[in-house]
């Protein structure tokens, strides 16, 4: 439950290009750690989401513009605490923490129970739109392990949001 490998390091170049960028610009310490590095720019994006546009302008004017999929999809980004309740053969079970809506997500490289180590657990990570898909950045912070009890719930959740319409495992195509 990955994206196509060649998709996959086409969108990662791309939105790492962008989030050092932007995290530079920001002051940020150019010695961090790149995933570190690329969490605090994807909080800061979410905080203020002109630094976005304000990056891919200064990046095109030096002639190395980010490619118009990758900046369409990371202007979708949603950076947000998830549940992850399991994998099944097509994705991953992405439920937001306030039980709202469910995604049906895609790894980059990498399935996300691989990723964590198993599943039922919380954690804030990015998800966004590429190529039709719900796909996951990949990038944890806060990463708690659900017990029984909460995953039990979150179930529950799961299955009052599907009923309700609020699963979501591809992007509508309009004509």
């Not at 010695?31 to 590095?37: F, G, N, R, S, Y």
């Not at 990463?143 to 599907?162: A, D, Q």
Request: charged share 20%; with cysteine.
């Amino acid at each position: 439950m990955v994206i196509a490998p060649s998709e996959a390091q086409h969108f990662i170049a791309g939105y790492q290009y962008l989030l050092a960028e932007i995290y530079l610009h920001s002051n940020g310490n150019p010695d961090v750690d790149v995933l570190e590095m690329l969490a605090e720019a994807r909080e800061l994006v979410n905080v203020t989401p002109s630094l976005l546009d304000a990056a891919a302008t200064k990046l095109e004017s030096t002639g190395q513009p980010v490619a118009a999929d990758v900046l369409a999809a990371i202007k979708t980004l949603q950076l947000k605490q998830w549940v992850f309740l399991r994998e099944t053969t097509k994705y991953a079970i992405f439920v937001e923490a306030s039980g709202e809506q469910a995604y049906g997500v895609l790894g980059l490289t990498d399935h996300i129970s691989d990723i964590i180590g198993g599943s039922a657990a919380t954690f804030t990570a990015g998800l966004f739109e590429y190529q039709g898909q719900y796909v996951c950045d990949g990038i944890f912070k806060n990463y708690v392990r659900l017990g029984p009890h909460l995953k039990s719930e979150y179930n529950e959740t799961l299955r009052l949001i599907k009923k309700n319409g609020g699963f979501h495992t591809a992007i509508p195509r309009f004509l």
